[in-house]
């Protein structure tokens, strides 16, 4: 009988081992080997299958969205409305095709379900085939979009590199303006505003110094992020300008690969819209919301390829806007 008990002992752990073994492989071969179906050509497609109302060659620069937001500040208050909001709702490296694999129960539906926009946008600074003249990396892509330049201004190429004061991102140059009263920025990555080399480091401390009521919000993981965002909406006084910035994708696709085929990327996106549709709805849900005039924008920073990004191809260079205003 003992002997009996050890095989199957012996029996249990060699499958356990085996089990740990294929599943280690198998996060091996996930993590670090490109999937070579994601062409060119098959990006293309989901690109086309997502629903865009332009094309990869008719790309917006993703600067243009710093436009749309100051313009919706500056425009005149519809009849009936008392004040302006804008929220960005941010997929940190979310692809453009994976778009096409939205569905009901998420943000980008939902807007588009109420006649919401739904555009294809570049970053790296020039479009795609031309070679990038920045990084499609996270510091250089929010950047952009909140100077409204390229980094032959900002100067932030990459990451890990401080931005100096000017040019002030619109959460700044709005509130000293007088446009706005106050902003909120809210995420989990401390290479924004954290660390020693972060993008916004000087511009954190000009505000501070300067009593500009810029919120710098640091969040532990995506999860608490969110419930900052809930916290922020929520609030009687919302700031008017909330960017919110959920970093699903991105994991995702660093740890397990950024890929139209991979099920853990697409997985991050499902829960970034789901977020996102939650955010929404709590805008939607405020006692004040019949007086105010909001712009709702769902966008991303950049894409990948691989385990990364940064780089010149059309994975990387393309992403998105998706608003509950036309593109004008």
């Given at each position: 009988?003992?002997n009996?008990?050890?095989?199957?002992?012996?029996?249990?752990?060699?499958?356990?081992i085996?089990?740990?073994?294929?599943?280690?492989?198998?996060?091996?071969?996930?993590?670090?080997?490109?999937?070579?179906?994601?062409?060119e050509?098959?990006?293309r497609?989901?690109?086309?299958?997502?629903?865009?109302?332009?094309?990869?060659?008719?790309?917006?620069?993703?600067?243009?969205?710093?436009?749309?937001?100051?313009?919706?500040?500056?425009?005149a208050?519809?009849?009936?409305?008392?004040?302006?909001?804008?929220?960005?709702?941010?997929?940190?490296?979310?692809?453009a095709?994976?778009?096409?694999?939205?569905?009901?129960?998420?943000?980008?539906?939902?807007?588009?379900?109420?006649?919401a926009?739904?555009?294809?946008?570049?970053?790296?600074?020039?479009?795609?085939?031309?070679?990038?003249?920045?990084?499609?990396?996270?510091?250089?892509?929010?950047?952009?979009?909140?100077?409204?330049?390229?980094?032959?201004?900002?100067?932030?190429?990459?990451?890990?590199?401080?931005?100096?004061?000017?040019?002030?991102?619109?959460?700044?140059?709005?509130?000293?303006?007088?446009?706005?009263d106050?902003?909120?920025?809210?995420?989990?990555?401390?290479?924004?505003?954290t660390?020693?080399?972060?993008?916004?480091k000087?511009?954190?401390?000009?505000?501070?110094?300067?009593?500009i009521?810029v919120?710098?919000?640091?969040?532990?993981?995506?999860?608490?992020v969110?419930?900052?965002?809930m916290?922020?909406?929520?609030?009687?006084?919302?700031?008017?300008?909330?960017?919110?910035?959920?970093?699903?994708?991105d994991s995702?696709?660093?740890n397990f690969g950024?890929?139209?085929?991979?099920?853990?990327?697409?997985?991050?996106?499902?829960?970034?819209?789901?977020?996102?549709?939650?955010?929404i709805?709590?805008?939607?849900?405020?006692e004040?919301?019949?007086?105010?005039?909001?712009?709702?924008?769902?966008?991303?920073?950049h894409?990948?390829?691989?385990?990364?990004?940064?780089?010149a191809?059309?994975?990387?260079?393309m992403?998105?806007?998706?608003?509950n205003?036309?593109?004008?």
């Amino acid at each position: 009988m003992k002997n009996k008990k050890k095989i199957i002992l012996s029996v249990v752990s060699v499958v356990v081992i085996l089990g740990i073994i294929a599943g280690s492989l198998a996060l091996y071969f996930t993590r670090y080997f490109k999937d070579k179906n994601d062409t060119e050509e098959f990006y293309r497609q989901n690109v086309a299958s997502a629903g865009y109302e332009n094309t990869i060659e008719t790309a917006y620069p993703f600067t243009d969205v710093y436009g749309i937001i100051s313009e919706h500040f500056r425009s005149a208050l519809p009849e009936g409305k008392t004040e302006k909001k804008v929220a960005v709702i941010g997929y940190d490296g979310c692809r453009a095709d994976i778009v096409a694999e939205r569905q009901d129960g998420g943000a980008i539906n939902y807007l588009l379900s109420g006649g919401a926009s739904i555009n294809l946008t570049y970053c790296g600074g020039v479009n795609y085939p031309a070679e990038n003249t920045q990084a499609t990396s996270t510091a250089p892509g929010w950047c952009s979009m909140l100077t409204g330049v390229w980094a032959d201004i900002h100067g932030i190429t990459g990451n890990g590199i401080t931005k100096t004061v000017e040019p002030k991102t619109l959460m700044t140059s709005l509130i000293e303006e007088d446009v706005i009263d106050d902003a909120a920025f809210i995420t989990k990555w401390k290479g924004h505003f954290t660390n020693d080399n972060s993008t916004y480091k000087d511009e954190k401390a000009y505000c501070e110094e300067n009593g500009i009521d810029v919120e710098f919000d640091l969040r532990k993981n995506t999860e608490e992020v969110h419930t900052g965002a809930m916290e922020e909406i929520t609030s009687a006084d919302c700031a008017d300008f909330v960017l919110i910035i959920y970093e699903s994708t991105d994991s995702a696709g660093h740890n397990f690969g950024f890929s139209f085929n991979n099920p853990v990327y697409k997985d991050g996106f499902r829960t970034q819209e789901e977020y996102g549709y939650e955010a929404i709805k709590a805008i939607e849900a405020r006692e004040t919301y019949e007086t105010e005039d909001w712009l709702i924008i769902v966008t991303s920073d950049h894409g990948g390829i691989g385990t990364g990004h940064g780089g010149a191809s059309v994975q990387e260079r393309m992403n998105f806007v998706v608003m509950n205003k036309e593109w004008n």
